[in-house]
Nanobody, 128 residues
Framework: QVQLVESGGGSVQAGGSLRLSCEAS????????MGWFRQSPGKEREEVAS?????????FYADSVKERFAISRDNAKKTLYLQMDSLKPEDTGIYYC????????????????????WGQGTQVTVSS
């Protein structure tokens, strides 16, 4: 049974930092592309960042988070990370860890309906 356990969310002031973690179990973690999505109040769910399988050679970032967020993975620990710096109030939302698919990059990102599993979400609140 696939499980994703997210942690690291919380409340910070604008300009602060948070590091999200997502520990996976029940899956061959290194074979999958992984990602972070967020659901912000009044907005559609969006892909924030994603990373290719294996060594994570390839990454994707939404324009709104480029140069501020960094995604990484530790396959030995089956853990995905999202380092978030220079946080803004518009980064507020629920952040979801996602096991995408095993196809080569970037195909593995393509269809969110085909993603393997979603985490329960962790709340991030950034105050001005």
């Amino acid at each position: 049974q696939v499980q994703l356990v997210e942690s690291g969310g919380g409340s910070v002031q604008a300009g602060g930092s948070l590091r999200l973690s997502c520990e996976a179990s029940g899956i061959s973690f290194n074979y999958y592309c992984m990602g972070w999505f967020r659901q912000s109040p009044g907005k559609e769910r969006e892909e924030v960042a994603s990373i290719s399988s294996g060594g994570g050679l390839y990454t994707f970032y939404a324009d709104s988070v480029k140069e501020r967020f960094a995604i990484s993975r530790d396959n030995a620990k089956k853990t995905l990370y999202l380092q978030m710096d220079s946080l803004k109030p518009e980064d507020t939302g629920i952040y979801y860890c996602v096991i995408m698919a095993t196809q080569a990059w970037p195909t593995c990102r393509g269809d969110s309906n085909a993603y393997n599993a979603w985490g329960q979400g962790t709340q991030v609140t950034v105050s001005s």
